[in-house]
């Protein structure tokens, strides 16, 4: 087959792949409750629609202008009935289409992962990337919520993969590409900011790959200047130039280290809105109160049936080890394998730097100096440069002739996450047998993030006489919500303490522990906790 006929042919798969995707996705979004944060997200994003530059820090600490795009399908509709008004389930389906938005996200990022892989390696190795991304679970299940965590990883993956481009073929034009990645990426999530000192370093060392011994100081200025520039014109226009150039004396700090520059520089007047800058101060405070204390936003952080007001260094490696398919964790781990074996400094500087380095950078920062970890969705943003490394131990196989092995893999991931449909969320791989005892090792918004309160309500339903988080021990059928009964929700708190000695006797979608409880058990609970 000629390469003309190839690249036809693996256009046609992935257009097939990616409309399978979208049609399953689109059933699946149907299938969901709203979850705890999407009102949020959604009410933020309107308000941003609205031309409003005032924000409300407290309600909308860590949102940020992206979500704008989630609530386009509420806006064209109030655009053609200018009186129109909404609440309750109403207004529930106005979230339910601005997931559509993600989805459409969703699908630009498979592209990406396919595009970047092909061109590194080949079409065929690209498909299979691709198809690793498409059977994550993760993304099935975080990529359709009105939230930022999909945005963020397209535009943190986009960033990496046009400066890599940039450095291929030294057009200015994929450095703009880059430049305005990261830009979005800023108005995606507070951690992306990071990427404003990883960047340049990067493009730094890729430069001096490419020219030893020498520096063009003009050059490398001229391309600061032009990141720069962009990142402060979005940051900036996405908030309205609310209270732009505002003087550090003027603002109402809550975080150590911003109360500390105040005090040092009260009358620099900082270059972006001021709506911006208090949500970075909101952040950088509560992560560093940590969970489960007074003012925190969440409970304690728990993994391995553990909690820590600041977090565990091995959260989201045990996170990633029980949430991601086992086959995807064996090609990840020979990938690794086949760079140690096969490295060379100019492979690594040519194309790995622009995967591993950002992977490392963010699995260091937010494992060891990220106290909100609430979740898997927080790191999810490194696994498309994940996918696409990958593409090194997929190419090899391939090469070997030993494309039977992907075959299996791919049968094996599939079988996995399908076991899970319509429902992803609260996907566990193979190494925890029973579901029902998923939450000794993972909670929070790894397992159950209110998207499933449909499942609950069927069950309910059909079982008239159970009840739902009863205030005390009662004889009878008990259900309860995991991330209650572990202390997650820092508004009810201890209040539901007296059910972590209990055995559940089922669950629904390892979310909701369904417990039977008999008359003796409920009076000798009752005189312990009374």
Not at 74 to 88: C, F, I, V
Not at 249 to 261: I, N, V
Not at 498 to 505: A, F, R, T
Request: proline letters at 4%.
């Amino acid at each position: 087959m000629s390469t003309g006929n190839k690249a036809f042919s693996s256009r046609k798969i992935v257009f097939l792949l990616l409309a399978l995707y979208a049609l399953l996705q689109a059933y699946c979004i149907q299938q969901l409750s709203i979850n705890y944060d999407e009102p949020l997200f959604a009410a933020y994003g309107i308000t941003v629609l609205k031309f409003q530059g005032k924000k409300d820090i407290r309600e909308f600490d860590s949102k940020l202008p992206i979500t704008a795009l989630n609530m386009l399908p509420r806006a064209a509709e109030q655009l053609t009935n200018p009186s129109l008004s909404k609440s309750g389930t109403e207004a529930d389906k106005d979230i339910i289409n601005g997931r559509y938005i993600s989805l459409i996200i969703s699908i630009f990022l498979g592209l990406l992962i396919f595009r970047w892989t092909s061109e590194l390696y080949n079409d065929r190795v690209g498909l299979y990337s691709l198809l690793l991304y498409l059977l994550c679970p993760d993304f099935l299940a975080y990529g359709v919520f009105v939230s930022s965590d999909i945005f963020a990883c397209l535009f943190f993956t986009s960033s990496f993969y046009f400066l890599w481009k940039f450095r291929q073929h030294n057009h200015l034009k994929y450095f703009i590409l880059a430049s305005c990645s990261v830009a979005f990426a800023q108005i995606s999530k507070f951690s992306m900011l990071h990427l404003v000192f990883l960047f340049p370093l990067i493009q730094l060392i890729s430069y001096k790959k490419e020219n030893p011994g020498r520096l063009s100081f003009k050059k490398e200025l001229f391309l600061f200047l032009i990141f720069a520039g962009i990142n402060w014109l979005v940051i900036s226009c996405s908030h309205f130039f609310y209270h732009e150039f505002m003087l550090l004396k003027d603002y109402h700090f809550t975080s150590e280290p911003f109360q500390k520059l105040q005090a040092l520089l009260g009358n620099f007047p900082v270059p972006f809105p001021e709506s911006y800058v208090s949500s970075m101060d909101a952040v950088i405070y509560f992560d560093r109160l940590g969970g489960g204390v007074p003012g925190s936003l969440n409970g304690a952080s728990y993994i391995l049936g553990e909690h820590s007001r600041f977090g565990f260094w091995y959260y989201y490696l045990v996170s990633i080890f029980y949430k991601l398919p086992i086959p995807t964790l064996l090609i990840w781990i020979a990938s690794f394998g086949v760079l140690i074996f096969r490295f060379t400094r100019k492979i690594f500087l040519n194309k790995e730097i622009f995967l591993l380095v950002p992977i490392l950078y963010f699995l260091f920062y937010l494992s060891l100096f990220y106290n909100t970890q609430v979740g898997i969705r927080h790191i999810i943003f490194i696994f498309p440069l994940l996918f696409v490394h990958s593409g090194s131990v997929i190419n090899l196989i391939i090469k070997k002739k030993k494309e039977i092995i992907l075959f299996l893999v791919s049968g094996w991931q599939f079988i996995s996450v399908a076991l899970f449909f319509p429902h992803f969320l609260p996907y566990t791989n193979e190494l925890i047998i029973n579901k029902k005892y998923a939450y000794k090792k993972l909670a929070d918004s790894n397992i159950c993030y209110g998207e499933g309160k449909k499942y609950l309500h069927q069950f309910l339903e059909a079982n008239k006489t159970a009840v739902y988080l009863p205030d005390k021990p009662q004889a009878g059928k008990m259900v309860m919500e995991i991330n209650e009964m572990l202390n997650m929700n820092i508004a009810t708190i201890n209040k539901y303490s007296w059910v972590k000695d209990l055995n559940p006797s089922g669950h629904i979608h390892s979310q909701y522990l369904i417990f039977d409880i008999s008359p003796s058990m409920a009076d000798s609970l009752q005189k312990l906790y009374p």
